[in-house]
């Protein structure tokens, strides 16, 4: 799931923003 290059570019990059929303809760992806 979190190395879907299509819904995450960059996926093999470290960067744990991307489970966050804009608010800084976590999204429903996790």
Same mark, same amino acid.
């Given at each position: 799931?979190?190395? #879907?290059?299509?819904?995450?570019?960059?996926?093999?990059? =470290?960067?744990?923003?991307? =489970?966050? #929303?804009? &608010?800084? +809760?976590? +999204? &429903? &992806? +996790?």
């Amino acid at each position: 799931m979190c190395r #879907n290059e299509e819904k995450y570019p960059n996926a093999s990059e =470290f960067n744990p923003d991307r =489970f966050l #929303n804009s &608010d800084g +809760t976590l +999204t &429903d &992806d +996790t």
